[in-house]
């Protein structure tokens, strides 16, 4: 499967922006999809994962109900909604999938082989 990531750009403390993952490929409905993110002179961290099949979610600590995801397997696309952004969300975000992935590896990510091109957000205060 090929990914590609949008939706990143510039907006202030306290903004909302939604990304997207749109996938290529056969049998999408049985990837697991996640967004990490990268900031500067940080190591990649994981944002949040939508399970294959039931779709259930999964998000990092520091998300704590700020950030939606969503899948349509019809279209083959995800979604993170993002609200409330502050300026320590400024980040490179990558989406990332990999098939029928057990639920103990969604928050790790060498167990993705699949990754997108990552998209910028850079949030101002």
């Known amino acids: 499967v090929q990914l590609q990531a949008s939706g990143g750009g510039l907006v202030q403390a306290g903004d909302s922006r939604r990304l997207s993952c749109e996938a290529s490929?056969?049998?999408?409905?049985?990837?697991?999809v996640a967004w990490f993110r990268q900031a500067p002179d940080k190591a990649r961290e994981f944002v949040s994962a939508i399970k294959y099949g039931v779709g259930t979610t999964y998000y990092g600590d520091f998300v704590k109900g700020r950030f939606t995801i969503s899948r349509d397997n019809d279209k083959k696309m995800v979604w993170l909604q993002m609200n409330n952004l502050q300026p320590e969300d400024t980040a490179v975000y990558y989406c990332a999938a990999d098939s029928c992935l057990h639920d103990h590896y969604y928050g790790t990510e060498r167990y993705y082989n699949f990754w997108g091109q990552g998209t910028q957000v850079t949030v101002s205060s």
């Open positions: 490929g056969r049998a999408f409905i049985s990837y697991t």
